[in-house]
C-alpha cells in the first residue's frame, strides 16, 4: 500500500501550545496536501506543498517535506479551541489522472 | 459558487437494495472523485474521473458504478447495498495537480 500514515494517531494539548503531526509515506510524490476534518464535516484544504518545495506556511500553519526520508509534519503554532479537529494527510503519487492516497489522521484536541 | 454538492446528506437502506449518490459541481474541474470513511478511518478512494467519458477504479471499487457523461456530475450508483457499504460517502473535485474540494457527505446505512 502507498498510503500515508499520520502519527500521532491522537493528540491533546492546551490552548496556546504548538501541536506537530507528521505524516511518512512509501512511494516517490507528486504533491503532499494536508486537510482538516472537523466531526461529521467533510475536508477542508489547509496547505498543498509539491515535492520540490521543502517549506510552506500559511498564517499559523507550517507544512515541512522531507523527500528523502519520506515524510511530512504540520505545525499548528498557538492553537486554538477551533483547531480541534482530524487532520489527514494525502499524497498524490506518480500515476496517471488524480489518484489521492489519504493516512487515518491525527485527532488534534485543544483544551481551554 | 455552490462548490461541490451531495445528495442525499441521509439514507437508510436494505440489503439488495439500489441507489444513487449524486455529485455536482460548479467549479469546471477535470478532477471528480469518490471516496468513502469508514469510523476512525481516513478516506478510501471508490472510483474517480479525469474528465467527462472518462472514468477508473480506485482501491475499493467493488460493488460502486460510476458515470461522467458531463463535466458537472458524478453520481455514484450502488448495485446491490450490502452492510459493508455502510459509511460516509465524499465526493470531490479539483484541477490536475491542486487541492480538492469537499462536499458535506453522505452517510449512508444498510441494514
Known amino acids: 500500500s502507498q498510503q500515508g500514515e499520520e502519527d500521532p494517531q491522537a493528540l491533546s494539548i492546551q490552548e496556546g501550545e504548538n501541536a506537530t503531526m507528521n505524516c511518512s509515506y512509501k512511494t516517490s510524490i507528486n504533491n503532499l496536501q494536508w486537510y482538516r476534518q472537523n466531526s461529521g464535516r467533510g475536508l477542508v484544504h489547509l496547505i498543498l506543498?509539491?515535492?520540490?518545495?521543502r517549506e510552506k506556511h500559511s498564517g499559523r500553519l507550517r507544512v515541512t517535506l522531507d523527500t528523502s526520508k519520506k515524510s511530512s509534519s504540520l505545525l499548528i503554532t498557538a492553537s486554538r479551541a477551533a483547531d480541534t479537529a482530524s487532520y489527514f494527510c494525502a499524497t498524490e503519487f506518480n500515476n496517471y489522472g488524480q489518484n489521492f492516497v489519504f493516512g487515518p489522521g491525527t485527532r488534534l484536541s485543544v483544551l481551554p | 459558487n455552490a462548490g461541490v454538492t451531495q445528495t442525499p446528506k441521509f439514507q437508510v437502506l436494505k440489503t439488495g437494495q439500489s441507489m444513487t449518490l449524486q455529485c455536482a459541481q460548479d467549479m469546471n474541474h477535470e478532477y471528480m472523485s469518490w471516496y468513502r470513511q469508514d469510523p476512525g478511518m481516513g478516506l478510501r478512494l471508490i472510483h474517480y474521473?479525469?474528465?467527462?467519458?472518462?472514468?477508473d477504479q480506485g482501491e475499493v471499487p467493488n460493488g460502486y458504478n460510476v458515470s461522467r457523461s458531463t463535466t458537472e456530475d458524478f453520481p455514484l450508483r450502488l448495485l446491490s447495498a450490502a452492510p459493508s457499504q455502510t459509511s460516509v460517502y465524499f465526493c470531490?473535485?479539483?484541477?490536475?495537480?491542486?487541492?480538492?474540494?469537499f462536499g458535506p457527505g453522505t452517510r449512508l446505512t444498510v441494514l
Open positions: 474521473s479525469v474528465g467527462a467519458g472518462i472514468t
Open positions: 470531490a473535485s479539483s484541477y490536475a495537480g491542486a487541492e480538492q474540494f
Open positions: 506543498i509539491r515535492s520540490n518545495e
